[in-house]
C-alpha cells in the first residue's frame, strides 16, 4: 500500500517542500528496505532506527519490500529529521493510521501536517534542525500545522499562525493521528516581550582611558560602521570589542526571527531557548578555515559572518588569520549576503554584520620606534590589502594606557567616564533620527551614493576640505563615501540636521590606515 506524509529539507535558511512516499508490498517476499531520493547516510540510516522504533513502541514493520522516495528527488536531503514521517508514512501504509473519514471520526489528518523529528530506538523523539523555518513552510502552504520534538516546539511556535504539536515519543504522535489523545498546540510567544538588551560582560565604565577608542565606537554603533582598533597588547582593545554589545540597540521582533532561523539551521540554538533575544557576537580563532568564516560543506551551512548576522563580528589579531580568509570578507561585506556556490545549488545567507577588528602594530606587538621599527610596522600590515582596509570605515589608534589611569581607583571630580548605558543612549538617538529621516530600517552605514547626496549635503567650503584630503591623502572613491557615511552619523551623533566641515574632519582623521600607492 502507497501512503505520502509532508516533511521538509533545508536550502540554506529557507525550508523547502519535501514529500516522503512509503510503499509498503506485503505481497513480496524480498525482505528489504530501500530508500531513494538522493539520501545521505544519516538518511538511509533511518530504516534500521525507525524499525526499531516502531518495534519497541508495539507495532511491526511491513513483513514484505519498502521503498521510501523522498521528493524531490535531484536535491540531497540530509540528517535524521525524516525518521518521523517515514515512520508515520509506514503505519499510514498499514493502516495503523488514516485520514479522517466525513463520519465524524476524530484524529488528525496526517496529510495536512509536516512531520519532522529523529527516533530515538525506543521510540522517543530528539531535536532537529530547522524547526522554525519547517513552521514558516507550513504557514505559507496552508497546512494545519506542523509535529515537531517537545524541544524544537518552542522554537518553531515563533512563526505564529499555525499549531504547533510538540511530541516526545512516537506512541503520542500515534495517539494524536488516530484521536486518542487530544492535541494541545503550543501559544505562539509574544516576540516583542522576549526581546531584551543583554548587559554585555564587560561595562565601558570598567575601561581606563582610551576616550578617542570610545568616541569612535559611539559613532560605529550608532551608524552600523565596522570598526579596526590598533593599538599594543593590553590597550583594552579585546575588553572594548567584548563591551560593545551593550551599546547596540535591542533587536527589532523580524530581526530576532531571522537570527533564530540562522541558529537553528546551523544547529546552534541553544538548548532550551527557542529565541535568539540579544545582537550576537561572534569572535572566531585565528585559524579558522575560510569556510568555518564564510560558510560551506557539501551541503552549505552558515558560517561566523551569518551567525553575526546583525551582530557583531570580532576579529583579535586580523593581521594573524590567513589572506584568504580575510579577503573572503570583502565581498558579503559590501553586499551583506554570501552566496556559496554548488554543482547542484548555490545558497544565500544573510551576512548583515559590524565588523571589529584588533590589530597590533608589529609582529611582537610593541609600538615602532625610528625608521626601521616603522619599517617593520609597514610590513606587518601589509598583510591587509588596501581594498580591505578601504572597506573598515573608521580606524582608531588604541595607544597603551598611561599608568596613571590604570592606578586612579575613583573618578576624579568634575570628570565623566562614559559607562555602556550612556553609551548606549547616545547610539539609540542617534539611530532614531537615521530612523526619521530615512524611514524604516536604513542605517547610514548603507546608504548609497545618491542617498548621501540627499541626507549628507554640505557645503561649497566643506565640500573643498574634504576634496584637500582626498588629493592629499589620496583617498580611494569608495572611502570618499565611507567618509560621508560616517560625517552623516557623527552629525547624527552630535543632533545636527547638516553635516558640517568639523563632522567631516572627524571622519577623515579615521582613515588611519588609508594607503598611497
Given at each position: 500500500m502507497l501512503s505520502r506524509v509532508q516533511s521538509y529539507l533545508m536550502q540554506g535558511i529557507d525550508a523547502q517542500p519535501c514529500e516522503v512516499e512509503v510503499d509498503a508490498d506485503d505481497q513480496d517476499i524480498q525482505d528489504k528496505?530501500?530508500?531513494?531520493?538522493?539520501?545521505?547516510?544519516?538518511?538511509?540510516?533511518?530504516?534500521?532506527?525507525?524499525?526499531?522504533?516502531?518495534?519497541?513502541?508495539?507495532?511491526?514493520?511491513?513483513?514484505?519490500?519498502?521503498?521510501?522516495?523522498l521528493a524531490p528527488a535531484d536535491i540531497r536531503k540530509e540528517g535524521p529529521t525524516y525518521d518521523l514521517p517515514i515512520a508515520v508514512g509506514l503505519l499510514a501504509a498499514q493502516g495503523v493510521v488514516r485520514p479522517p473519514r466525513e463520519d465524524g471520526d476524530e484524529g488528525l489528518d496526517f496529510r495536512r501536517v509536516l512531520f519532522g523529528g529523529e527516533l530515538a530506538l525506543d521510540g522517543r523523539l530528539r531535536p532537529i534542525k530547522g524547526a522554525i523555518a519547517m513552521a514558516a513552510l507550513a504557514k505559507q502552504r496552508g497546512a494545519w500545522g506542523v509535529m515537531v520534538p517537545a524541544e524544537n516546539a518552542g522554537e518553531a511556535a515563533v512563526v505564529g499562525g499555525i499549531a504547533i504539536i510538540g511530541v516526545r515519543t512516537l506512541t503520542e504522535v500515534i495517539g494524536l493521528l488516530r484521536g486518542e489523545i487530544e492535541p494541545q498546540p503550543m501559544a505562539a510567544p509574544d516576540v516583542a516581550s522576549l526581546l531584551q538588551n543583554t548587559p554585555a560582560p564587560v561595562d565601558f565604565a570598567d575601561v581606563r582611558g582610551q576616550d578617542g577608542v570610545k568616541r569612535a565606537i559611539i559613532i560605529a554603533a550608532a551608524g552600523g560602521h565596522n570598526l579596526l582598533m590598533l593599538g599594543p597588547p593590553g590597550s583594552g582593545k579585546t575588553m572594548m570589542a567584548k563591551a560593545l554589545a551593550g551599546v547596540l540597540p535591542p533587536l527589532l521582533p523580524e530581526e530576532a526571527i531571522e537570527i533564530t532561523r540562522i541558529y537553528s539551521a546551523a544547529g546552534q540554538l541553544p538548548p532550551g531557548q527557542s529565541l535568539i533575544t540579544s545582537r550576537p557576537v561572534r569572535s572566531p580563532h585565528h585559524t579558522a578555515s575560510a569556510a568555518a568564516i564564510v560558510g560551506g560543506g557539501m551541503i552549505p551551512r552558515p558560517g561566523e559572518i551569518s551567525l553575526a548576522h546583525r551582530g557583531v563580528l570580532f576579529l583579535d589579531e586580523m593581521a594573524e588569520f590567513p589572506r584568504d580568509v580575510v579577503e573572503s570578507l570583502r565581498q558579503p561585506m559590501e553586499d551583506h549576503v554570501v552566496t556559496i556556490a554548488r554543482s547542484h545549488a548555490a545558497v544565500r545567507f544573510p551576512a548583515s554584520f559590524m565588523l571589529i577588528a584588533a590589530v597590533n602594530p608589529t609582529p611582537r606587538g610593541d609600538m615602532p620606534v625610528g625608521e626601521a621599527g616603522k619599517r617593520i610596522m609597514e610590513r606587518y600590515l601589509e598583510r591587509l590589502s588596501g581594498p580591505m582596509l578601504d572597506r573598515i570605515d573608521i580606524h582608531v589608534e588604541a595607544p597603551a594606557v598611561p599608568f596613571r589611569e590604570l592606578a586612579r581607583g575613583s573618578t576624579p571630580q568634575g570628570r565623566t567616564v562614559e559607562s555602556s548605558a550612556s553609551m548606549r543612549a547616545k547610539v539609540e538617538l542617534a539611530r532614531q533620527r537615521q530612523a526619521a529621516r530615512q524611514g524604516g530600517t536604513l542605517i547610514n552605514a548603507r546608504l548609497s551614493g545618491r542617498q548621501l547626496d540627499q541626507w549628507a549635503a554640505m557645503s561649497a567650503q566643506t565640500m573643498s576640505v574634504l576634496g584637500d584630503a582626498m588629493t592629499q591623502l589620496r583617498l580611494s572613491?569608495?572611502?570618499?563615501?565611507?567618509?560621508?557615511?560616517?560625517?552623516?552619523?557623527?552629525?547624527?551623533?552630535?543632533?545636527?540636521?547638516?553635516?558640517?566641515?568639523?563632522?567631516?574632519?572627524?571622519?577623515?582623521?579615521?582613515?588611519?590606515?588609508?594607503?598611497?600607492?
Amino acid at each position: 500500500m502507497l501512503s505520502r506524509v509532508q516533511s521538509y529539507l533545508m536550502q540554506g535558511i529557507d525550508a523547502q517542500p519535501c514529500e516522503v512516499e512509503v510503499d509498503a508490498d506485503d505481497q513480496d517476499i524480498q525482505d528489504k528496505s530501500v530508500v531513494v531520493g538522493l539520501p545521505d547516510a544519516g538518511v538511509k540510516e533511518s530504516v534500521e532506527r525507525v524499525k526499531s522504533a516502531l518495534t519497541n513502541s508495539g507495532y511491526s514493520w511491513p513483513r514484505g519490500r519498502v521503498v521510501i522516495n523522498l521528493a524531490p528527488a535531484d536535491i540531497r536531503k540530509e540528517g535524521p529529521t525524516y525518521d518521523l514521517p517515514i515512520a508515520v508514512g509506514l503505519l499510514a501504509a498499514q493502516g495503523v493510521v488514516r485520514p479522517p473519514r466525513e463520519d465524524g471520526d476524530e484524529g488528525l489528518d496526517f496529510r495536512r501536517v509536516l512531520f519532522g523529528g529523529e527516533l530515538a530506538l525506543d521510540g522517543r523523539l530528539r531535536p532537529i534542525k530547522g524547526a522554525i523555518a519547517m513552521a514558516a513552510l507550513a504557514k505559507q502552504r496552508g497546512a494545519w500545522g506542523v509535529m515537531v520534538p517537545a524541544e524544537n516546539a518552542g522554537e518553531a511556535a515563533v512563526v505564529g499562525g499555525i499549531a504547533i504539536i510538540g511530541v516526545r515519543t512516537l506512541t503520542e504522535v500515534i495517539g494524536l493521528l488516530r484521536g486518542e489523545i487530544e492535541p494541545q498546540p503550543m501559544a505562539a510567544p509574544d516576540v516583542a516581550s522576549l526581546l531584551q538588551n543583554t548587559p554585555a560582560p564587560v561595562d565601558f565604565a570598567d575601561v581606563r582611558g582610551q576616550d578617542g577608542v570610545k568616541r569612535a565606537i559611539i559613532i560605529a554603533a550608532a551608524g552600523g560602521h565596522n570598526l579596526l582598533m590598533l593599538g599594543p597588547p593590553g590597550s583594552g582593545k579585546t575588553m572594548m570589542a567584548k563591551a560593545l554589545a551593550g551599546v547596540l540597540p535591542p533587536l527589532l521582533p523580524e530581526e530576532a526571527i531571522e537570527i533564530t532561523r540562522i541558529y537553528s539551521a546551523a544547529g546552534q540554538l541553544p538548548p532550551g531557548q527557542s529565541l535568539i533575544t540579544s545582537r550576537p557576537v561572534r569572535s572566531p580563532h585565528h585559524t579558522a578555515s575560510a569556510a568555518a568564516i564564510v560558510g560551506g560543506g557539501m551541503i552549505p551551512r552558515p558560517g561566523e559572518i551569518s551567525l553575526a548576522h546583525r551582530g557583531v563580528l570580532f576579529l583579535d589579531e586580523m593581521a594573524e588569520f590567513p589572506r584568504d580568509v580575510v579577503e573572503s570578507l570583502r565581498q558579503p561585506m559590501e553586499d551583506h549576503v554570501v552566496t556559496i556556490a554548488r554543482s547542484h545549488a548555490a545558497v544565500r545567507f544573510p551576512a548583515s554584520f559590524m565588523l571589529i577588528a584588533a590589530v597590533n602594530p608589529t609582529p611582537r606587538g610593541d609600538m615602532p620606534v625610528g625608521e626601521a621599527g616603522k619599517r617593520i610596522m609597514e610590513r606587518y600590515l601589509e598583510r591587509l590589502s588596501g581594498p580591505m582596509l578601504d572597506r573598515i570605515d573608521i580606524h582608531v589608534e588604541a595607544p597603551a594606557v598611561p599608568f596613571r589611569e590604570l592606578a586612579r581607583g575613583s573618578t576624579p571630580q568634575g570628570r565623566t567616564v562614559e559607562s555602556s548605558a550612556s553609551m548606549r543612549a547616545k547610539v539609540e538617538l542617534a539611530r532614531q533620527r537615521q530612523a526619521a529621516r530615512q524611514g524604516g530600517t536604513l542605517i547610514n552605514a548603507r546608504l548609497s551614493g545618491r542617498q548621501l547626496d540627499q541626507w549628507a549635503a554640505m557645503s561649497a567650503q566643506t565640500m573643498s576640505v574634504l576634496g584637500d584630503a582626498m588629493t592629499q591623502l589620496r583617498l580611494s572613491a569608495r572611502a570618499y563615501d565611507k567618509i560621508r557615511r560616517l560625517a552623516r552619523t557623527i552629525a547624527d551623533v552630535e543632533g545636527s540636521e547638516s553635516v558640517t566641515t568639523d563632522h567631516v574632519l572627524e571622519a577623515i582623521q579615521y582613515r588611519l590606515l588609508d594607503r598611497k600607492p
